[in-house]
Nanobody
Framework: QVQLVESGGGLVQAGGSLRLSCAAS????????MAWFRQAPGKEREFVAR????????FYAPSVKGRFTISRDNAANTVYLQMNSLKPEDTAVYYC??????????????WGQGTQVTVSS
């Protein structure tokens, strides 16, 4: 069982930056791949980025590649999403997720409650 708590969301102007954090409970955090997803109003939840359990490999959605960076600190049981050059279309509730299988774009096992990111134009 993994419990996830996101933080770091807020209101930012277009072009600005935010860093999201996701703190995980449990002693097996380093066994799980981690990911970030987002859901904008009226839209389906979409994949943003994922990182392997060791942190050595990452993968991004085309819409955020080059602007967002996912990373993790296994000693701190935390995964991060650094978001730069934010655009109004990045406005969404951002969720972190955990799963033992890295190569998944959906259906992850564990989810946080989400944190709101709003980008003003």
């Amino acid at each position: 069982q993994v419990q996830l708590v996101e933080s770091g969301g807020g209101l930012v102007q277009a072009g600005g930056s935010l860093r999201l954090s996701c703190a995980a409970s449990g002693r097996t955090f380093s066994s799980y791949a981690m990911a970030w997803f987002r859901q904008a109003p009226g839209k389906e939840r979409e994949f943003v980025a994922r990182v392997t359990s060791s942190g050595s490999n990452t993968f991004y959605a085309p819409s955020v590649k080059g602007r967002f960076t996912i990373s993790r600190d296994n000693a701190a049981n935390t995964v991060y999403l650094q978001m730069n050059s934010l655009k109004p279309e990045d406005t969404a509730v951002y969720y972190c997720a955990a799963d033992r299988i890295y190569f998944k774009l959906s259906g992850w096992d564990y989810w946080g409650q989400g944190t709101q990111v709003t980008v003003s134009s």
